[in-house]
């Protein structure tokens, strides 16, 4: 099984499906993707909480510990480490890196708004301290979040953050052909994007991304679905098929005897 490294460097970009519980991570894995990573909107939506804010720690921390039983790379989305001392982001990533995530996402921004990138890349610096071998996907949030939105801007940022050690550089937002592949020529780093309907992964790949994560869609496309379900026996239409409930229920059997795979680095 390639490493969660290795991935990053194939023939197409690694495509990355983000779950938000156990039921959700079992369905990727088992549509054979080697790799999974949390959305901290789908995870503090399902726990009744806006997404940010730092509102996501314990919910994730706790899906984690279930998710490192299942046979593929996990990947954590961390927001901002949650914390402004490098130090207590560094500890809290460490005790993932322990459960034995590969992975983390983490975000210069806080509640909405960018930070100092000498600070955020502090956080990269104490991080790869504590888990050198941990892939550290440093997220650069200007084009999100519309401040000092402009590629020189992103490129200034993400070139701090690889000096600090982060081994991938994540823009979300950022879906103009000329900027990602100037960005990508510009960063000697693995670039990740999120999925747009405008580009193809293929499409993206041309220009250079070497991951393609799919964000909150999933979660918000499940509640839509189970919304328009419910709607269509209210109204006497046809639903859709669906997967078997003996089928989960065999998988959440599965999983719950399984341990945690010590080899998915």
Same mark, same amino acid.
């Given at each position: 099984? &390639?490493?969660?490294?290795?991935?990053?460097? $194939?023939?197409?970009?690694?495509? %990355?499906?983000?779950?938000?519980?156990?039921?959700?991570?079992?369905?990727? !894995? @088992?549509?054979?993707?080697?790799?999974?990573?949390? $959305?901290s909107f789908g995870i503090a939506a399902s726990a009744g909480l806006p997404d940010g804010g730092r509102s996501s720690k314990a919910v994730t921390a706790a899906l984690v510990n279930q998710l490192c039983r299942l046979p593929v790379h996990v990947t954590a989305d961390v927001e901002d480490g949650y914390a402004d001392d490098p130090a207590e982001v560094a500890d809290f990533v460490t005790q993932l890196a322990a459960q034995g995530v590969v992975g983390v996402n983490l975000e210069d921004s806080t509640d909405g708004h960018l930070v100092d990138p000498a600070a955020f890349a502090e956080k990269v610096a104490a991080v790869k301290r504590r888990s050198p071998a941990l892939f550290i996907n440093a997220r650069v949030d200007n084009i999100w979040f519309g401040e000092q939105a402009t590629v020189d801007a992103v490129l200034l940022r993400a070139?701090?953050? &690889?000096?600090?050690?982060?081994?991938?550089?994540?823009?979300?937002?950022l879906v103009v052909?000329?900027?990602?592949?100037?960005?990508?020529?510009?960063?000697?780093?693995?670039?990740?994007? %999120?999925a747009h309907p405008s580009l193809t992964v293929a499409e993206l790949g041309e220009l250079?991304?070497?991951?393609?994560? @799919?964000?909150? %869609?999933p979660y918000r496309a499940a509640v839509d679905a189970a919304v328009n379900v419910v709607n269509a026996l209210r109204d006497g239409q046809q639903v859709? !098929? !669906? $997967?078997?409930?003996?089928?989960?229920? @065999?998988?959440l059997v599965s999983f719950s005897q399984r341990p945690p795979d010590p080899d998915r680095r």
């Open positions: 099984m &390639a490493t969660f490294r290795e991935l990053h460097h $194939t023939g197409a970009p690694l495509l %990355l499906p983000n779950a938000w519980d156990v039921g959700s991570a079992l369905a990727f !894995a @088992s549509a054979g993707y080697p790799a999974v990573g949390t $959305t070139r701090a953050y &690889a000096d600090a050690g982060a081994d991938g550089i994540f823009v979300p937002g052909p000329e900027d990602i592949r100037t960005i990508t020529a510009g960063i000697g780093l693995p670039v990740n994007v %999120l250079g991304v070497r991951r393609v994560s @799919s964000g909150s %869609l859709p !098929a !669906a $997967t078997p409930y003996w089928e989960m229920q @065999s998988r």
